[in-house]
């Protein structure tokens, strides 16, 4: 299920089809495993994505998770593919705060039609944020 593209145009590939959410929390892809199914990003959430003072706010947490999962998808299942979201789970462990962050997704189980993805947040030094779980329908890409 592997796309047809080497691991540096995959990463151009989703750097230039990304969205405005990774723009605003400073997000880009630092790595890659096609074969695996698996995405590491990087994050800088600013305190204009917080509520509570420094607190960044769960939607954005989500974001982030969602992002490395679905980067991870698209390492799997290559271009011209899309995987929207059926499910999606997310535990909270600890208050995420500004400044750097990474999330890594990873295939769990794939079939012509469905995958199952999970995805980890954790701060600078590795210490665990939020875990989510998703499952998603693969479908061609439309436009």
Known sequence: MSGALDTE??????????????RILDGSVEAIDQQ?????????????CCHSGTIVQGGFVTSMLD???AHAITAKVGVGMMAPTLELKVSFFRVCSP??????????????SIVFAEADLTDADG?????????????????
């Open 9 to 22: 145009q995959m990463i151009e590939y989703m750097r230039l089809r990304a969205g405005a959410f990774m």
């Open 99 to 112: 400044g750097v962050c990474f999330s890594e997704g990873r295939v769990v189980h794939s079939t012509r």
């Open 36 to 48: 695996r199914g698996w995405a590491r990003l990087r994050w800088y959430p600013t305190e204009a």
């Open 127 to 143: 210490t665990p944020i939020a875990r989510a779980s998703a499952t998603c329908k693969v479908a061609p890409l439309k436009g």
């Open 67 to 69: 992002a490395a999962m």
